[in-house]
C-alpha cells in the first residue's frame, strides 16, 4: 500500500525558484515510492491558471500513458506549458493554441503532416556534412581562445541555431536575432533577463512577422528549401502565412533552446565524470547522445488536462484538471531504468522521454538533435580533449526549462 510522500508542505514541483537552484530529484524518487500521482496545490493564478493545482505524474509508464491519450488529456484547453508567469492574461494564454504543441488532433494531426515534410529522414541526412562542418569551426573557434570561456555563448547555442538556420533557410547573418527573440521568449521567469511578459509577446510577435515575409517571399518565388515544400507545394495542403509563423516560433524554442541545453548539460555530465570523457575520447560510442538527453532533459515538463473523469495511478482525475508530465522524474524511474542515478554514455537499450512520451506530440526534430549532440561532441573531443571546468553552472529561472545561463569552462 502506497503512503503519503513525505514532503515539505506546499511543495510545487514548477516553482522556479527551487528549480532555479536544482532539479528536485529526491522529491521526484519520494513521489515514484509512494504516490506516483500526487495532487499538487497552488493558489489560483500563480501559474497563469484559475484553478487550485495540478496533478503530478512521476513514473514513466504513467507519463506515457497520458502522452498517447490525446483523446482523455488535452494539449489545447489549457496549453502543454505547465506554469506561466502569474502576470498573464488568460487570452494570451489561449492565443498559444495556435502552435502546434498545443493542439489536439485532428488540427494537430493536419498541420504536423505538413511540417513533417521538412523532417523526412533524407532532409536530415542533406543537412549533416554541412553541420560537421560548422561543428568542426566552431570548437576550432573556441580551442583557440585563451583562459576560460562561457561554453553557452561560444559553443552550445551556436550549432542548434546554425542548424535551424540551415534548415529554414535563415541567412546564417539573422541567426543572433532568432536566439535573442527566443531567449527572451521562453526568460519571462528569470530576472536577471529583466523581461516583462510585454517584451517576451513583443519578441514572439517580431519572430512571427520575420517567419511570414519568408513564407510570402517563397509563395511568389519558390526556391528548393523547406520552406517552399511547406508553404508553397502544390496541391498537397500548405501551412498558412500565420502558422507557418508559429511553426518557425516553436522551432526556434524547440530546436534551439532544448539542444543547447543539452549540449551545455552534457558538457557538464562529462567534466563532471572524467571516466565517461575519456570513454567518449577513446570510442565515442553511438549511444551518447540519448544518454545525454536522458540525464539532461531539456524540458522538464509538459502539461495536458483531463476531457473526461478518469483514472491515474490509482487516482481519480477529474474533468478539467491539469495533469504535469515530469519528464525530468520518468527518466529516472528505476523500474525502467539501472541505475538510473548514473551517467552512462553506453546505456542501451535507453527508452527515455527526453523527446516526449510517444504519442502525437512526439519531438519531430529527435534526429537533428541525436545528429547535433554527436557532431558537437566529435569536435570537442578532437579540438579540445583537455576541457576543464572553470565555474559552477548558473541555471535559469524557469519552471519547465532544466536550462543552464553560463558555464565557464577552459580549454586547457
Known amino acids: 500500500m502506497a503512503s503519503c510522500p513525505a514532503l515539505p508542505e506546499g511543495f510545487d514541483f514548477t516553482d522556479p525558484d527551487l528549480l532555479q537552484d536544482r532539479v528536485p530529484l529526491p522529491e521526484f524518487a519520494e513521489l515514484r515510492a509512494t504516490e506516483p500521482?500526487?495532487?499538487?496545490?497552488?493558489?489560483?493564478?500563480?501559474?497563469?491558471?484559475?484553478?487550485?493545482?495540478?496533478?503530478?505524474?512521476?513514473?514513466?509508464?504513467?507519463?506515457?500513458?497520458?502522452?498517447?491519450?490525446?483523446?482523455?488529456?488535452s494539449s489545447t484547453t489549457n496549453t502543454a506549458i505547465i506554469r506561466f508567469n502569474e502576470h498573464i492574461e488568460r487570452d494570451a494564454i489561449d492565443a498559444q493554441r495556435l502552435f502546434m504543441l498545443n493542439m489536439d488532433p485532428p488540427e494537430h494531426t493536419r498541420v504536423r503532416q505538413i511540417v513533417q515534410r521538412?523532417?523526412?529522414?533524407?532532409?536530415?541526412?542533406?543537412?549533416?556534412?554541412?553541420?560537421?562542418?560548422?561543428?568542426?569551426?566552431?570548437?576550432?573557434?573556441?580551442?583557440?581562445?585563451?583562459?576560460?570561456?562561457?561554453?553557452?555563448?561560444?559553443?552550445?547555442?551556436?550549432?542548434?541555431?546554425?542548424?535551424i538556420a540551415e534548415l529554414i533557410g535563415i541567412p546564417q547573418e539573422d541567426r543572433l536575432r532568432i536566439f535573442e527573440w527566443s531567449n527572451r521568449m521562453i526568460s519571462?521567469?528569470?530576472p536577471e533577463f529583466a523581461i516583462t511578459a510585454e517584451v517576451g509577446q513583443q519578441s514572439a510577435m517580431e519572430l512571427i512577422?520575420?517567419?511570414?515575409?519568408?513564407?510570402?517571399?517563397?509563395?511568389?518565388?519558390p526556391a528548393k528549401d523547406i520552406v517552399t515544400t511547406l508553404v508553397a507545394a502544390t496541391d498537397e495542403g500548405n501551412l498558412a502565412s500565420d502558422e507557418f509563423g508559429f511553426f518557425v516560433l516553436m522551432l526556434a524554442v524547440?530546436?534551439?533552446?532544448?539542444?543547447?541545453?543539452?549540449?551545455?548539460?552534457?558538457?557538464?555530465?562529462?567534466?563532471?565524470?572524467?571516466d565517461q570523457w575519456e570513454l567518449y575520447k577513446r570510442e565515442r560510442p553511438e549511444t551518447?547522445?540519448?544518454?545525454?538527453?536522458?540525464w539532461a532533459t531539456p524540458i522538464m515538463s509538459f502539461q495536458r488536462t483531463a476531457t473526461q473523469d478518469t483514472e491515474l495511478g490509482g487516482q481519480k482525475i477529474k474533468?478539467?484538471?491539469?495533469?504535469?508530465?515530469?519528464?525530468?522524474?520518468?527518466?529516472?524511474?528505476?523500474?525502467?531504468?539501472?541505475?538510473?542515478?548514473?551517467f552512462d554514455i553506453t546505456?542501451?537499450?535507453?527508452?527515455?522521454?527526453?523527446?516526449?512520451?510517444?504519442?502525437?506530440?512526439?519531438?519531430?526534430?529527435?534526429?537533428?538533435?541525436?545528429?547535433?549532440?554527436?557532431?558537437?561532441?566529435?569536435?570537442?573531443?578532437?579540438?579540445?580533449?583537455?576541457?576543464?571546468?572553470?565555474?559552477?553552472?548558473?541555471?535559469?529561472?524557469?519552471?519547465?526549462?532544466?536550462?543552464?545561463?553560463?558555464?565557464?569552462v577552459s580549454a586547457g
Open 319 to 342: 474533468e478539467g484538471d491539469r495533469v504535469g508530465m515530469f519528464y525530468s522524474s520518468a527518466n529516472r524511474d528505476p523500474e525502467v531504468f539501472d541505475s538510473p542515478n548514473v
Open 118 to 163: 521538412g523532417f523526412t529522414p533524407r532532409a536530415i541526412r542533406g543537412l549533416e556534412d554541412n553541420l560537421r562542418r560548422r561543428a568542426l569551426a566552431i570548437a576550432a573557434n573556441a580551442a583557440a581562445r585563451s583562459g576560460s570561456f562561457d561554453f553557452v555563448t561560444e559553443v552550445a547555442c551556436e550549432l542548434p541555431l546554425q542548424a
Open 288 to 294: 551518447t547522445a540519448e544518454e545525454i538527453v536522458r
Open 254 to 274: 524547440a530546436g534551439n533552446e532544448t539542444t543547447r541545453n543539452a549540449i551545455t548539460h552534457g558538457m557538464h555530465a562529462f567534466l563532471t565524470h572524467p
Open 188 to 190: 519571462y521567469d528569470d
Open 347 to 408: 546505456r542501451d537499450p535507453n527508452p527515455h522521454l527526453g523527446f516526449g512520451g510517444g504519442g502525437p506530440h512526439f519531438c519531430l526534430g529527435k534526429s537533428l538533435a541525436v545528429m547535433e549532440i554527436n557532431l558537437i561532441f566529435n569536435a570537442l573531443a578532437d579540438a579540445m580533449p583537455g576541457l576543464t571546468l572553470a565555474g559552477d553552472p548558473r541555471r535559469l529561472r524557469s519552471a519547465w526549462v532544466n536550462g543552464v545561463k553560463e558555464l565557464q
Open 209 to 221: 512577422a520575420y517567419a511570414m515575409n519568408m513564407s510570402a517571399e517563397r509563395k511568389q518565388c
Open 37 to 73: 500521482v500526487h495532487w499538487v496545490p497552488q493558489h489560483p493564478g500563480i501559474a497563469g491558471f484559475a484553478d487550485e493545482g495540478y496533478w503530478a505524474v512521476a513514473r514513466h509508464a504513467d507519463v506515457k500513458y497520458v502522452s498517447t491519450h490525446p483523446e482523455l488529456f
